[in-house]
């Protein structure tokens, strides 16, 4: 996807914003009451905040004040997750310590026989297209954790290496608060009969075989009676200094829209392409060609002052890009908690070692809004709705 394609989609869907609180909810063939501008978001191709302009350009905040909200669901997810990057760590290192059984359990319930026919028809859907709704991910999860009493770990693992837009704060939160362990007291367990409430009869109708197995769910466990753990302080990484000579601009899969009235013409840029990140958290042949074709769409609008490499070692490739430009530093936004994230301490070491700094910077509007995710996500949108200029003219 390129961002114009982004930008046409969001605009196809101005129509259909009224009717989204009513809508959004339920299960159809299409998705054609959703958006599905989620990749594009995750990835930046689009920010939330345009998202949240169009629909208040057209439409009065009462009117689309859910869509609005729900934009912003995943900025708090991401807020939540920057705040708490051990929540991230613990779930990675996890994945590390389960064995062969549990994971040849995980791909026995993957291989289209489960006993329950719908959650086959998500698993597949998901696999060929790179999308699930999010009604039917809380589904999943539930009868994967629940009813199949698979850890969660691996559950979120699947959705993380298949879905287009893959976000490791709204995907990991997710799965841990269908398991019970994101807020006190609270799980969630698929029901039959929300399923057939919101099902579109078309699927439902035929994949009902080993729906009585969730008449009546049960969890796996208790939920946990522990709260959130505490936010740490973040790095004051704001900038405001012109970016000077022997200066260049690296672009990760994480932020794929530059603020170019902050970088001067004669900044060299590029657009990377991390295949060996991408090869670490097994990422499917769709999401990686998607974030390929975003990544390389992305240096081409971006004209003779970008070039997008594909590299199966990140570092090695950022070395020889800045050696053959004669660049002495390196700015990029910082990588969200998450994949490329993890990998900063190494591209640091090798880029020190070769004489060149690696300087990251944060978006001012993400120096001002991350911090506002101290708790749950309505504290946080009353705080966004006092502050942000898009929303306190309004409400």
Known sequence: MIREEALEQLDAFVPRMVSYAGERNRVVPGHTNVSRLSPAIRHRLITEDE?????????????????????????????????????????????????SGARRAADKVLGGHSGIEIFDYFANELISTGYLHNHARMWFAA????????????????????????????NTLS???????????????????????????????????????????????????????????????????????????????????????????????????????????????LRCDWISSASAATAARLGDRAECLSADDTAAALVEWAEGHQLKTIVAY???????????????????????????????????????????FFGFWKKLQRKHPLLKELT
């Open 143 to 170: 009868i994967w954790i629940h009813e199949f009493k698979l850890p969660w770990q691996l559950g979120a693992d699947f959705f993380h290496r298949y879905l287009l837009d893959g976000d490791p704060a709204s």
């Open 51 to 99: 998202v949240a302009a169009v629909a208040l350009q057209h439409h009065g905040f009462g009117a689309v004040e859910k869509f609005v909200q729900e934009v912003y669901w995943r900025y708090y997810w991401k807020s939540w997750l920057e705040l708490r990057p051990g929540v991230w760590s613990s779930y990675r290192e996890d994945l590390t310590e389960f064995g």
């Open 175 to 285: 799965w841990r608060w269908v398991a019970g362990l994101h807020t006190a007291g609270k799980n969630y367990l698929a029901r039959a009969s929300n399923l057939e409430q919101y099902l579109a009869p078309e699927i439902l109708e035929v994949n009902r075989g080993g729906l009585e197995r969730i008449r009546q769910p049960a969890p796996a466990f208790e939920p946990t009676n522990e709260g959130a753990p505490p936010p740490v302080s973040l790095p004051d990484l704001s900038y405001g200094e012109p970016l000077g000579e022997k200066t260049g601009f690296w672009l990760h899969e994480d932020d794929l829209s530059p603020e170019l009235d902050c970088i001067s013409d004669s900044v060299r840029m590029a657009v990377v392409i991390s295949s060996d990140l991408q090869d670490e958290h097994r990422y499917s042949p």
């Open 334 to 376: 910082q990588p969200w908690v998450g994949p490329v994230r993890d990998r900063l301490p190494e591209m640091e070491e090798r880029l020190s070692k070769s004489g060149i700094e690696l300087r990251l910077i944060r978006k001012p509007a993400d120096e001002v809004w991350v911090p506002l995710a101290t708790a749950g």
